[in-house]
């Protein structure tokens, strides 16, 4: 069952909270080795073909630049990075999220460094140091957090001057809780047309569910919804502004029955920029 959250104004009670970010914690923890074995070194089509290319494009990676990696998962991005010519932190609040990804990293640990640190704690975030990082990028990860106020907050400490954040959500506008999707079939003038679409019944309301994001998972995890004004006016208050945003989507092949993301986005890429 949903439940509905406010923790911009901090009116859910403080037991609670800790409740709801222990037990969304624990099911990382449960499906970790899952997720890292469905996702391997390449990650899914999903990463490949949507959100590495346009995330990559918005980061503008420069060799010799610190990066930090946020909810980091098994390292896939983070290893890319280093590719690419970063120096890169990289963090997880699940444990064993991060030992599959330094057992995969080994060719790298001269460029990366892992740690287990808790996006929603202040104190975790306080030893990632001032000015430090030129970028910051957070992979599908912040629909995975409970509160990420604190997290916005210390990325602009973290941050040095004019330095970036780039992140991939679920699009909040058309991967709400409870969502329908649609495919429907037409005839027009012998021409048999298949349409795809979906169903939405709220957006404004921010609320956690549970939720299957890879099939044959150990148990469901926690999805937090929140709408494009709630994050956006998080960064803003917190002395970020919008520069580069991507509504990337699937490529469409061939006409069938199957719902895919063509004209819908699954996702959206923002990047802010620290003042």
């Known amino acids: 069952m949903a439940t509905t959250f406010l923790d911009m104004k901090g009116e859910r009670k403080l037991s609670q909270w800790k409740e709801l970010i222990q037990d969304s914690k624990s099911r990382w923890e449960q499906n970790a080795e899952y997720w890292d074995d469905y996702m391997g070194e390449e990650s899914n089509r999903f990463h490949?073909?949507?959100?590495?290319?346009?995330?990559?494009?918005?980061l503008s990676i420069k060799e010799?630049?610190?990066?930090?990696?946020?909810?980091?998962?098994?390292?896939?991005?983070?290893r890319r990075l280093a590719e690419l010519g970063a120096n890169v932190v990289a963090f997880d609040y699940s444990s064993k999220m991060v030992e599959r990804a330094i057992k995969r990293s080994k060719d790298y640990l001269n460029q990366?460094?892992?740690?287990?640190?808790?996006?929603t704690n202040n104190y975790d975030l306080l030893e990632l140091g001032n000015e430090k990082y030129d970028n910051a990028v957070s992979n599908m990860g912040l629909m995975d957090i409970a509160d990420i106020t604190p997290l916005i907050n210390s990325l602009h400490k973290i941050l040095k001057p004019n330095g970036t954040f780039v992140y991939s959500i679920t699009h909040p506008c058309f991967q709400t809780p409870g969502v329908r999707k649609i495919n429907e079939s037409e005839d027009d003038n012998g021409?048999?047309?298949?349409?795809?679409?979906?169903?939405?019944?709220?957006?404004?309301?921010?609320?956690?569910?549970?939720a299957i994001g890879i099939k044959g998972q150990t148990i469901p995890h926690?999805?937090?919804?929140?709408?494009?004004s709630y994050y956006m006016n998080l960064f803003f208050e917190s002395g970020f502004v919008l520069d580069g945003v991507e509504e990337p989507s699937f490529k469409k092949e061939k006409d069938d029955n199957k719902?895919?993301?063509y004209e819908i986005p699954p996702v959206i890429i923002f990047r802010f920029?620290?003042?």
């Open 191 to 210: 021409n048999l047309i298949f349409k795809n679409s979906i169903q939405i019944s709220k957006y404004l309301t921010s609320e956690s569910y549970k």
């Open 259 to 261: 719902f895919d993301w």
């Open 222 to 228: 926690f999805m937090f919804h929140r709408s494009l």
């Open 273 to 275: 920029r620290k003042l």
């Open 48 to 58: 490949r073909e949507l959100i590495r290319p346009y995330t990559e494009k918005l």
């Open 64 to 78: 010799g630049q610190t990066i930090l990696d946020i909810a980091c998962g098994n390292g896939n991005f983070s």
């Open 112 to 119: 990366i460094e892992y740690k287990v640190i808790d996006a």
